[in-house]
C-alpha cells in the first residue's frame, strides 16, 4: 500500500486569469419533423451551456461538477473550440477565442489540450502506442524528424509512468490495461508542453483501485510541467481530492462556485447539499441515505421555470419558479402510491393531462366528460391534505373552479441570479435578499387574504 | 434465521480458449438466505459477473462448470438447460447494467410485462397482470399514467427502474442484480439503492449485489463476499468485515476508495492476474504487503476469524499447516509502476 499527500496547492494570485469565461452559452438546435420544417418552424434547442462565468487563474484546478445532463461536457469542449459557442466570450490570456475558425483555434489547441473519459475510445486501435503518443507532433509540425519525435515520445511515456518507454511504444492499445491507456492518453496530451489540461472524467472508466494511481499522475504532472486543470466529473469526491475550486452545474448553468474547502464543508445550494448526501459512503453504519431529491434531471430542451431544480428541491418556496408541470408530477406521484383501483378511479374523472405539459405559470385541469369539475377540485384537495408541506402549495397562488374546470394560478417565479455568500458564488433564491422579501411579501398578501373580511379594512 | 434459499458449492466456471482455460470462477462457496442481501465485489476480471451469470445458466458455449448450485431442492449445474430456463425469472431474477439496452424500443412497457407474465404465468387473467405490472412499478415510483409509452420516454433511472420492476413482477426467490447503478447518476443511484434495500424487507427476495464500489456494499448490503482473481477471499457481515478486514486485499480495497472522508490517496500497486495462469499458492501474494514465504508456496486455507466471518489467508493460519520459516516476509520482485489495472 502507498500512501501519498497531497500538497497543497494555492493558485497564485496578482496574476490575470489565464481563461476568462463571461457567460458562454452553447446551444444544439434540434431537427424538428419533416412538417416542422415544411412549415419553417424552429424545433428548439437544447441550451448545453447557458450563461456560465468563471475565472481561471494559472496553476489552479477548477472542479467542474454536475450530473449526465448538466452541460458540463459540452462546457469543456466549447472552451476547447469543438462545439461552437453560441454567445458569450472566452478569453486565453486576454485574447478572445470565441467564432476563431478551425485554422485559427488550430496552434491553441498546443496549449489547451484534453483527456476524455473513455481511454480505450482515446486510442486509434490501428496505432501504436508510440505513434498515437506522437502524433500530436506531427499534426502541429512541432518535431520532424524521427529521432525527434522518438525522443520526445519517449520523454512524455517515462514521465506518466509507463517506463521502460520502449517497451510500451511499439504495443497496440489492446494490449494495454485501462489504467495503462488513459496514462499514454494523458501522454499525449502533454506531448506539446500545453497549458491548459480539460480533463473529463479521466478517472470514472477505471477500476476503484487505479484511480487513486491516475489522479496522483494527475497532480505529480501538475506540479512538474505548471499545468492548470479543468476537472470535469459528477464524482464530488475526487474532486475534493483534486480541486482548488469546485463548479456546481445544474441543466447548463453554475449554480455554485467556490473555494473546495467551503463548498464541502458549507454547501450552500440545496443541489450541492443534496450532490453530497448522495455519495455511498464505505461506512456500514451509515444506511442509504432516504431524504434524497425526488425524480432526476429534467429534460433540456424544456427546463423547469424559475429555478431549474424547484422540481426536485426540498427547500423551495414560493418565487421558485412553480407551474403546470410540477402539478402533473405531484398527481402522478400520488397515483403512484395508491392501489390501482383507486388510482383508477381519480384518473377516469380528471381529462387530459397533456395540457399539463406545457409549461405555463398557471393550469387549467379539465374534468373528464361525464364528471364535474367538483370532482377534479375534491382530488386537488385529496392531493393537497395528502402532503400538506409539499414546497409545491407554497407557489400556488390562487385554486378555484373556474369554467367547469379547475384553475390554479402560480406565484411569478424568478429566474436565480448570481449572489455571493462568503468566499462562494451561487444561484439560489435561498440567499438572494430580492427572492426572500418577494416571497415575504406574497406570504403577507395571502395573510391578509385569509382574514375575514370583516377583519380586512381595519388591518391597515 | 431466515431459510438459505441459494447455496454454492466449490463453484468453477472455466471459459474455454485458443489456449489454456479461463479460470473466472474457482472453487467459490457461498450461501444467501431469504430477504438478505450479498454483496460481492471485486476488481474488473475477478469473475464476479461471471459467477452471477452462472448461477443464472448464461454462461456462453464452450464454458464449463463444477461444484454445485442448490435452488431448493435442485443443483442447478445438474438439471436439464430447459428447466433452469423455466427457473429463469420466476425464481432467479435478474437485473443488469446497462438499462438503455435492455428493453425493447418498439413496444411499450406494458407489452414488456404483459409478454413476461403471459410467459411465465399464463394462467392469471389480464387483469390481474395489469395490476400486478402496475403495483411492480409503482414499488419502482413510475407511475401508472406512463403504462403504455415507449422506453425512449423514459430516462435512465427510469428504465433501470423498469428493468427491476420487470424483474419483480414475478416475485424471484433470487435476484442477481450486476452492476445495477453504474451507468447511473448519484442521486438516482442513492435513490435505486434505497428501493433495493426495501426491496429485502418487502419482497423476502434473496439479492445477490455485484459490485465494484464497496460504498455501495456498506450502505445496501448485509453481507459481503470480496473476491479476487475467481476465489472469495474474504466474507462475512457487512459491519465485520468493513470494521475489521482480515484479508490484506480487502483491507487494500477499502484503502483505495476515494470518498468524501479521504485524506489519502491510495492503491493496490500491480494488476490483478491473468485468471489462465493465475499466481501460485495465493493468488494475491505478489501484491501483498503481507506476504510470507508460505503465501508463494502452499494454497491458503479458509478460516473463520469470527462468527460467520471467514478469509483465505495465511495470516490468519492454520498456524499448524505453515511449514517452519513459513512466516518469514517474502521476498518479492518490485512491481512496476505502471503494472496497473
Same mark, same amino acid.
Given at each position: 500500500?502507498?500512501?501519498?499527500?497531497?500538497?497543497?496547492?494555492?493558485?497564485?494570485?496578482?496574476?490575470?486569469?489565464?481563461?476568462?469565461?463571461?457567460?458562454?452559452?452553447?446551444?444544439?438546435?434540434?431537427?424538428?419533423?419533416?412538417?416542422?420544417?415544411?412549415?419553417?418552424?424552429?424545433?428548439?434547442?437544447?441550451?448545453?451551456?447557458?450563461?456560465?462565468?468563471?475565472?481561471?487563474?494559472?496553476?489552479?484546478?477548477?472542479?467542474?461538477?454536475?450530473?449526465?445532463?448538466?452541460?458540463?461536457?459540452?462546457?469543456?469542449?466549447?472552451?476547447?473550440?469543438?462545439?461552437?459557442?453560441?454567445?458569450?466570450?472566452?478569453?486565453?490570456?486576454?485574447?478572445?477565442?470565441?467564432?476563431?475558425?478551425?485554422?485559427?483555434?488550430?496552434?491553441?489547441?498546443?496549449?489547451?489540450?484534453?483527456?476524455?473519459?473513455?481511454?480505450?475510445?482515446?486510442?486509434?486501435?490501428?496505432?501504436?502506442?508510440?505513434?498515437?503518443?506522437?502524433?500530436?507532433?506531427?499534426?502541429?509540425?512541432?518535431?520532424?524528424?524521427?529521432?525527434?519525435?522518438?525522443?520526445?515520445?519517449?520523454?512524455?511515456?517515462?514521465?506518466?509512468?509507463?517506463?521502460?518507454?520502449?517497451?510500451?511504444?511499439?504495443?497496440?492499445?489492446?494490449?494495454?490495461?485501462?489504467?495503462?491507456?488513459?496514462?499514454?492518453?494523458?501522454?499525449?496530451?502533454?506531448?506539446?508542453?500545453?497549458?491548459?489540461?480539460?480533463?473529463?472524467?479521466?478517472?470514472?472508466?477505471?477500476?476503484?483501485?487505479?484511480?487513486?494511481?491516475?489522479?496522483?499522475?494527475?497532480?505529480?504532472?501538475?506540479?512538474?510541467?505548471?499545468?492548470?486543470?479543468?476537472?470535469?466529473?459528477?464524482?464530488?469526491?475526487?474532486?475534493?481530492?483534486?480541486?482548488?475550486?469546485?463548479?456546481?452545474?445544474?441543466?447548463?448553468?453554475?449554480?455554485?462556485?467556490?473555494?473546495?474547502?467551503?463548498?464541502?464543508?458549507?454547501?450552500?445550494?440545496?443541489?450541492?447539499?443534496?450532490?453530497?448526501?448522495?455519495?455511498?459512503?464505505?461506512?456500514?453504519?451509515?444506511?442509504?441515505?432516504?431524504?434524497?431529491?425526488?425524480?432526476?434531471?429534467?429534460?433540456?430542451?424544456?427546463?423547469?421555470?424559475?429555478?431549474?431544480?424547484?422540481?426536485?428541491?426540498?427547500?423551495?418556496?414560493?418565487?421558485?419558479?412553480?407551474?403546470?408541470?410540477?402539478?402533473?408530477?405531484?398527481?402522478?406521484?400520488?397515483?403512484?402510491?395508491?392501489?390501482?383501483?383507486?388510482?383508477?378511479?381519480?384518473?377516469?374523472?380528471?381529462?387530459?393531462?397533456?395540457?399539463?405539459?406545457?409549461?405555463?405559470?398557471?393550469?387549467?385541469?379539465?374534468?373528464?366528460?361525464?364528471?364535474?369539475?367538483?370532482?377534479?377540485?375534491?382530488?386537488?384537495?385529496?392531493?393537497?391534505?395528502?402532503?400538506?408541506?409539499?414546497?409545491?402549495?407554497?407557489?400556488?397562488?390562487?385554486?378555484?373552479?373556474?369554467?367547469?374546470?379547475?384553475?390554479?394560478?402560480?406565484?411569478?417565479?424568478?429566474?436565480?441570479?448570481?449572489?455571493?455568500?462568503?468566499?462562494?458564488?451561487?444561484?439560489?433564491?435561498?440567499?438572494?435578499?430580492?427572492?426572500?422579501?418577494?416571497?415575504?411579501?406574497?406570504?403577507?398578501?395571502?395573510?391578509?387574504?385569509?382574514?375575514?373580511?370583516?377583519?380586512?379594512?381595519?388591518?391597515? | 434465521? *431466515?431459510?438459505?434459499?441459494?447455496?454454492? +458449492?466449490? &463453484?468453477? %466456471?472455466?471459459?474455454?480458449?485458443?489456449?489454456? $482455460?479461463? =479460470?473466472?470462477?474457482?472453487?467459490?462457496?457461498?450461501?444467501?438466505?431469504?430477504?438478505?442481501?450479498?454483496?460481492?465485489?471485486?476488481?474488473?476480471?475477478?469473475?464476479?459477473?461471471?459467477?452471477?451469470?452462472?448461477?443464472?445458466?448464461?454462461?456462453?458455449?464452450?464454458?464449463?462448470?463444477?461444484?454445485?448450485?442448490?435452488?431448493?431442492?435442485?443443483?442447478?449445474?445438474?438439471?436439464?438447460?430447459?428447466?433452469?430456463?423455466?427457473?429463469?425469472?420466476?425464481?432467479?431474477?435478474?437485473?443488469?447494467?446497462?438499462?438503455?439496452?435492455?428493453?425493447?424500443?418498439?413496444?411499450?412497457?406494458?407489452?414488456?410485462?404483459?409478454?413476461?407474465?403471459?410467459?411465465?404465468?399464463?394462467?392469471? *387473467?389480464?387483469?390481474?397482470?395489469?395490476? +400486478?405490472? &402496475?403495483? %411492480?412499478?409503482?414499488?419502482?415510483?413510475?407511475? $401508472?399514467? =406512463?403504462?403504455?409509452?415507449?422506453?425512449?420516454?423514459?430516462?435512465?433511472?427510469?428504465?433501470?427502474?423498469?428493468?427491476?420492476?420487470?424483474?419483480?413482477?414475478?416475485?424471484?426467490?433470487?435476484?442477481?442484480?450486476?452492476?445495477?447503478?453504474?451507468?447511473?447518476?448519484?442521486?438516482?443511484?442513492?435513490?435505486?439503492?434505497?428501493?433495493?434495500?426495501?426491496?429485502?424487507?418487502?419482497?423476502?427476495?434473496?439479492?445477490?449485489?455485484?459490485?465494484?464500489?464497496?460504498?455501495?456494499?456498506?450502505?445496501?448490503?448485509?453481507?459481503?463476499?470480496?473476491?479476487?482473481?475467481?476465489?472469495?477471499?474474504?466474507?462475512?457481515?457487512?459491519?465485520?468485515?468493513?470494521?475489521?478486514?482480515?484479508?490484506?486485499?480487502?483491507?487494500?480495497?477499502?484503502?483505495?476508495?476515494?470518498?468524501?472522508?479521504?485524506?489519502?490517496?491510495?492503491?493496490?500497486?500491480?494488476?490483478?492476474?491473468?485468471?489462465?495462469?493465475?499466481?501460485?499458492?495465493?493468488?494475491?501474494?505478489?501484491?501483498?504487503?503481507?506476504?510470507?514465504?508460505?503465501?508463494?508456496?502452499?494454497?491458503?486455507?479458509?478460516?473463520?476469524?469470527?462468527?460467520?466471518?471467514?478469509?483465505?489467508?495465511?495470516?490468519?493460519?492454520?498456524?499448524?499447516?505453515?511449514?517452519?520459516?513459513?512466516?518469514?516476509?517474502?521476498?518479492?520482485?518490485?512491481?512496476?509502476?505502471?503494472?496497473?489495472?
Amino acid at each position: 500500500m502507498e500512501a501519498v499527500t497531497v500538497p497543497e496547492v494555492q493558485p497564485r494570485s496578482g496574476e490575470d486569469a489565464l481563461l476568462e469565461v463571461r457567460d458562454l452559452r452553447t446551444r444544439f438546435s434540434l431537427r424538428g419533423s419533416f412538417f416542422d420544417r415544411l412549415r419553417g418552424r424552429e424545433a428548439g434547442s437544447v441550451k448545453a451551456v447557458d450563461g456560465v462565468s468563471f475565472s481561471l487563474q494559472r496553476g489552479e484546478v477548477l472542479g467542474v461538477v454536475g450530473e449526465s445532463g448538466s452541460g458540463k461536457t459540452t462546457l469543456g469542449r466549447t472552451l476547447l473550440g469543438l462545439a461552437a459557442a453560441t454567445d458569450g466570450s472566452i478569453k486565453f490570456e486576454g485574447h478572445e477565442i470565441t467564432g476563431l475558425s478551425e485554422n485559427a483555434f488550430r496552434p491553441l489547441r498546443r496549449r489547451l489540450q484534453i483527456v476524455f473519459q473513455d481511454p480505450h475510445a482515446s486510442l486509434n486501435p490501428a496505432m501504436t502506442i508510440g505513434e498515437s503518443v506522437g502524433h500530436p507532433l506531427k499534426i502541429h509540425g512541432v518535431a520532424r524528424t524521427r529521432e525527434e519525435i522518438e525522443s520526445r515520445v519517449v520523454e512524455a511515456l517515462e514521465r506518466v509512468g509507463l517506463a521502460p518507454a520502449q517497451q510500451y511504444m511499439v504495443k497496440y492499445p489492446t494490449d494495454l490495461s485501462g489504467g495503462q491507456k488513459q496514462r499514454a492518453v494523458l501522454a499525449r496530451a502533454i506531448i506539446l508542453g500545453p497549458d491548459i489540461l480539460i480533463a473529463d472524467e479521466p478517472v470514472s472508466m477505471l477500476d476503484m483501485s487505479v484511480r487513486a494511481k491516475i489522479l496522483e499522475l494527475m497532480i505529480d504532472l501538475k506540479r512538474e510541467l505548471d499545468l492548470t486543470y479543468v476537472y470535469i466529473t459528477h464524482d464530488l469526491a475526487t474532486a475534493k481530492f483534486f480541486c482548488d475550486r469546485i463548479a456546481i452545474m445544474y441543466l447548463g448553468k453554475i449554480v455554485e462556485i467556490g473555494p473546495a474547502k467551503e463548498i464541502y464543508a458549507d454547501p450552500k445550494h440545496p443541489y450541492t447539499v443534496s450532490l453530497l448526501k448522495a455519495i455511498p459512503e464505505p461506512d456500514p453504519t451509515r444506511t442509504v441515505p432516504r431524504d434524497l431529491p425526488r425524480g432526476e434531471v429534467p429534460d433540456a430542451v424544456t427546463p423547469p421555470l424559475g429555478c431549474s431544480f424547484h422540481p426536485r428541491c426540498p427547500r423551495a418556496f414560493e418565487v421558485c419558479g412553480w407551474e403546470s408541470r410540477d402539478l402533473r408530477a405531484l398527481l402522478e406521484a400520488r397515483w403512484t402510491r395508491m392501489p390501482e383501483a383507486e388510482y383508477r378511479a381519480e384518473r377516469e374523472v380528471i381529462g387530459s393531462l397533456e395540457s399539463l405539459d406545457e409549461p405555463a405559470m398557471s393550469a387549467v385541469v379539465e374534468p373528464a366528460s361525464g364528471h364535474s369539475a367538483g370532482e377534479v377540485l375534491e382530488i386537488v384537495d385529496r392531493l393537497r391534505a395528502d402532503a400538506p408541506d409539499d414546497p409545491f402549495w407554497t407557489g400556488v397562488a390562487d385554486l378555484a373552479e373556474r369554467d367547469g374546470a379547475v384553475a390554479i394560478r402560480f406565484h411569478d417565479g424568478l429566474d436565480p441570479r448570481d449572489v455571493e455568500s462568503g468566499q462562494s458564488r451561487l444561484q439560489c433564491h435561498l440567499y438572494d435578499p430580492d427572492a426572500l422579501a418577494a416571497a415575504e411579501a406574497v406570504r403577507d398578501e395571502r395573510r391578509s387574504n385569509d382574514r375575514p373580511p370583516s377583519d380586512r379594512g381595519m388591518a391597515d | 434465521m *431466515s431459510e438459505v434459499v441459494l447455496d454454492v +458449492r466449490e &463453484l468453477r %466456471a472455466w471459459y474455454g480458449t485458443e489456449g489454456d $482455460p479461463v =479460470r473466472a470462477v474457482d472453487g467459490v462457496s457461498f450461501e444467501i438466505r431469504s430477504g438478505e442481501t450479498l454483496g460481492l465485489v471485486g476488481e474488473s476480471g475477478c469473475g464476479k459477473s461471471t459467477l452471477g451469470r452462472t448461477i443464472l445458466g448464461l454462461l456462453p458455449e464452450g464454458s464449463a462448470t463444477s461444484g454445485e448450485i442448490r435452488y431448493r431442492d435442485r443443483n442447478l449445474l445438474a438439471v436439464s438447460p430447459k428447466e433452469v430456463r423455466s427457473l429463469r425469472g420466476p425464481d432467479l431474477g435478474l437485473i443488469f447494467q446497462e438499462p438503455m439496452t435492455r428493453l425493447d424500443p418498439l413496444v411499450t412497457i406494458e407489452h414488456h410485462f404483459m409478454e413476461t407474465l403471459n410467459a411465465h404465468e399464463p394462467d392469471l *387473467s389480464h387483469r390481474e397482470k395489469r395490476t +400486478r405490472s &402496475l403495483e %411492480a412499478l409503482a414499488a419502482m415510483g413510475i407511475p $401508472p399514467t =406512463r403504462f403504455k409509452q415507449y422506453p425512449h420516454e423514459f430516462s435512465g433511472g427510469m428504465r433501470q427502474r423498469i428493468m427491476i420492476a420487470l424483474a419483480l413482477v414475478l416475485n424471484p426467490k433470487v435476484l442477481v442484480a450486476d452492476e445495477p447503478t453504474t451507468a447511473l447518476d448519484v442521486i438516482v443511484e442513492g435513490q435505486i439503492l434505497g428501493i433495493l434495500a426495501d426491496l429485502r424487507r418487502n419482497f423476502d427476495t434473496a439479492l445477490l449485489l455485484i459490485t465494484h464500489n464497496l460504498g455501495i456494499v456498506a450502505e445496501a448490503c448485509d453481507r459481503v463476499a470480496v473476491m479476487y482473481a475467481g476465489r472469495i477471499v474474504e466474507q462475512g457481515g457487512a459491519r465485520n468485515v468493513f470494521a475489521e478486514p482480515a484479508h490484506p486485499y480487502t483491507r487494500a480495497l477499502l484503502d483505495s476508495i476515494i470518498s468524501l472522508g479521504t485524506t489519502g490517496l491510495k492503491y493496490i500497486p500491480g494488476a490483478p492476474p491473468s485468471l489462465i495462469d493465475p499466481p501460485p499458492a495465493c493468488r494475491f501474494h505478489p501484491r501483498c504487503p503481507n506476504a510470507m514465504e508460505v503465501c508463494a508456496a502452499k494454497f491458503p486455507i479458509q478460516v473463520d476469524v469470527a462468527e460467520g466471518h471467514s478469509t483465505e489467508c495465511w495470516l490468519h493460519g492454520p498456524q499448524e499447516e505453515i511449514p517452519p520459516g513459513g512466516d518469514q516476509p517474502l521476498e518479492r520482485e518490485e512491481i512496476a509502476i505502471a503494472e496497473e489495472a
